[in-house]
């Protein structure tokens, strides 16, 4: 295009006005353009050129995973347990012999238990005893044996015990001389061997 001489341009009032609304618009973009600058300076989020909707950044980092451990729980537990009773045997002489008599009954004993108890994710996983304590002590039982040798008694008197393999048994504080005796009175029930009933009339020692 050829040049238009500097007297076109002053002479001419409408190449005046045009010229100055190019020069406006110029600098309306050049203010655009700073601000431009200035926001690329933050991270856009991208935005799909398909849909027009905002994509994920590739850069975003994932939540980590938290894990548990077991949970342990500790916790005191208290048992009772009997303690069985001992027992004692003693000769009595009041007893005749071969014979046995309780004279003082057994009573079992109490002691308690504490017991540490560990459960794991609620199962039991460990058991300590840390603790015994007697709470009650046993009672020995004492049993009396008889020692008392028995007396066989003649079977042909009954009453008093006219005894057997002694000998010669005679009336107690009468006249004989033993060496048993008996004290009466003795009824006779079967043969007088020992001569008890000296009047006959059934009974001895009377």
């Given at each position: 295009?050829?040049?238009?001489?500097?007297g076109?341009?002053?002479?001419?009032?409408?190449?005046?006005?045009?010229?100055?609304?190019?020069?406006?618009?110029?600098?309306?973009?050049?203010?655009?353009?700073q601000?431009?600058?200035?926001?690329s300076?933050?991270?856009?989020?991208p935005?799909s050129?398909?849909?027009g909707?905002?994509?994920?950044s590739?850069?975003?980092?994932?939540?980590?995973?938290?894990?548990?451990?077991?949970?342990?729980?500790?916790?005191?537990?208290?048992e009772?347990?009997?303690?069985?009773?001992?027992?004692?045997?003693?000769?009595?002489?009041?007893?005749?012999?071969?014979?046995?008599?309780?004279?003082?009954?057994?009573?079992?004993?109490?002691?308690?238990?504490t017991?540490?108890v560990?459960?794991?994710?609620?199962?039991?996983t460990?058991r300590?005893?840390?603790?015994?304590?007697?709470?009650k002590?046993?009672?020995?039982r004492?049993?009396?044996?008889?020692?008392k040798?028995?007396?066989?008694?003649?079977?042909?008197?009954?009453?008093?015990?006219?005894?057997?393999?002694?000998?010669d048994?005679?009336?107690?504080?009468?006249?004989?001389?033993?060496?048993?005796?008996?004290?009466?009175?003795?009824?006779v029930?079967?043969?007088?061997?020992?001569?008890?009933?000296?009047?006959?009339?059934?009974?001895?020692c009377?």
């Open positions: 295009m050829p040049q238009r001489p500097h076109w341009f002053r002479g001419n009032p409408a190449a005046k006005a045009t010229l100055v609304a190019v020069a406006i618009f110029l600098a309306g973009c050049g203010g655009e353009t601000k431009t600058v200035n926001a300076n933050s991270t856009p989020t935005v050129t398909e849909t909707e905002a994509t994920p590739a850069d975003v980092t994932p939540s980590a995973v938290t894990t548990t451990g077991p949970v342990v729980v500790k916790r005191t537990v208290t009772t347990e009997a303690i069985p009773f001992t027992t004692k045997q003693v000769n009595d002489p009041s007893l005749p012999s071969g014979t046995t008599k309780v004279k003082v009954p057994g009573v079992a004993g109490v002691k308690t238990l017991f540490e560990t459960s794991t994710n609620g199962a039991q460990g300590k005893l840390i603790r015994t304590v007697i709470t002590r046993p009672a020995t004492v049993i009396a044996k008889g020692t040798r028995q007396q066989r008694c003649d079977p042909n008197y009954s009453g008093a015990c006219v005894p057997i393999g002694k000998g048994v005679d009336c107690a504080g009468g006249s004989g001389n033993g060496p048993a005796y008996v004290s009466g009175p003795v009824k029930i079967g043969d007088d061997t020992h001569k008890l009933d000296r009047d006959g009339d059934g009974y001895g009377d």
